[in-house]
C-alpha cells in the first residue's frame, strides 16, 4: 500500500511495466553496445500514451498529473535507465514549451513529442562549467526579425539524436547573471548548428555530447519566455525533472535488489544459502529500506507538485540522495553477484548508467546548497 499511488496509478504502473518487460528489457544490453537509440520504441512509447502524460490535452498530453509521470517514468527505467531519458526530456521540456512558448510555435512540437516523433534536448552546460549555470557565455544576439546564436554548449544529453534543443544563452550583460539569460527553442536542422558524442561511461543509448553555434538564426517567435528572464522563469521545471530522476535511479536500484535477494537466496555457501550469512542480508537490508525510503520522498514530491504546493527543497533532497543512493546499492548487489557481477551484464552496466546522475543535473553539493537556502534564506546561505 503506497499512500501516493491510488488504484488508478496502480494499473497504470502496471501497464507500463508489462510493456518495458515485454519490449524494452530485452534490448537493454544491446543498446548499450550499439548506442542507438531505438526510435521504434519511442513511438510504441507515444502511442501507449507514456510521454509526458502530465501535458494538458491540448497540448497532446493526458492531463494524468506529475504522479502518472512519475509511475510510467520509474517502470521504463527498470528496464533500460538510457531509454527512460525519453521520458524524462519530454516532461521537463514539454512543460517548458507548453508554459513559455507561444502556442502557435510549440504546439506542433508537443504534439510530435507525446506521440514519440521528436526527441528534445535541452542546452544549459557550457566548456568553462556546469554548476554555475546562470554564468553562462553562449552568446545570443537580435538582430532584425531573429536572434543569432554563437558559441557552444557540453555534456548535453542526446546532443547528436534530437530534433530541437531548448538552448539558455546570454542576451545580457555578464554582469547581469541570471537576469540578463533567454530560452529560446532551436530546431536541430538550423544552419550553422553542429554536434558531436562523447564516448560515455555509461547512458550510451542516449548519449552526450556538445553543441557547436556559429551565427545560428532562430526567429523572435521561438523564444521562451521574457528575454532575460528565461533563466529565472525556465528553471522553475527542473524541481519536476529532479524528483523524475530520482525515480529514474531508485528504479534501477530496487531491480538490482529484487534479483540480488532472489540470487542470495538460491546460492549455498558452506551449506547454508547466503542470505543466512547477516554480512550478506544485513547491507542489502540496509539498501533496501533506504530505497524504499528515497522513493516515498520522490513520490510525495510529485504529489506536492500535483497540488500546486511548494516542492523546490524536497526535489533537491531527491537530487542529491537518489543517485548516490542507487549507485551504492547498486555497487553492494554487484558485489553479491561476485564475480558474475564483475563481467559484462545488466548489474554493471546499472552501475555505470546511474553514475552520470551524481554528475549531471545538478550537482550533489548544489542541492544541499539550494536546501539549505529554501530552510534558512537565501541571505543566510549566500553564493
Known sequence: MNPYIDDDLATLAEHARRFAAG?????????DDTRVLDRTLMREMGEMGFIAPELAEEHGGQGMGCLAAGVIHEEIARADLSLSYINLLASLNGQILAEHG???VVRPWLHRLTRGE???????????????????????????????INGEKT??????????????GRTGSVESAAHGVTALLV???APGLTRNRFDCHGQRAIG????????????????????????????????????LIGLQVLAVARVALEETWEYVAQREAFGKPLSAFQGVSHPLADFDTQVEAARLLCLQTLWLKDKGAPHTAEA???KWWAPKLAYDAIHQCLLMF?????????????LRDVLGFQIGDGTAQIMKTIVARTRAGRSAVPA
Open 155 to 168: 555534456s548535453i544529453s542526446a546532443a547528436d539524436q534530437a530534433d530541437a534543443v531548448v538552448v539558455f
Open 187 to 189: 530546431p536541430a536542422d
Open 316 to 318: 533537491a533532497m531527491c
Open 23 to 31: 519490449r524494452v528489457a530485452p534490448g537493454f544490453l544491446e543498446r
Open 208 to 243: 552526450r555530447g556538445s553543441l557547436f553555434f556559429e551565427n545560428v538564426r532562430v526567429p523572435l517567435d521561438h523564444r521562451l519566455g521574457d528575454e532575460n528572464k528565461g533563466f529565472v522563469q525556465v528553471m522553475q521545471g527542473f524541481d519536476f525533472s529532479r524528483a
Open 102 to 104: 507561444r502556442p502557435e
Open 338 to 350: 561476485g564475480h558474475g557481477g564483475y563481467d559484462r551484464g545488466p548489474m554493471e552496466q546499472r
Open 118 to 148: 521528436v526527441l528534445l534536448a535541452i542546452a544549459l552546460t557550457e566548456p568553462r562549467g556546469g554548476s554555475d549555470a546562470a554564468n553562462l557565455r553562449l552568446r545570443v544576439e537580435r538582430v532584425g526579425d531573429a536572434y543569432v
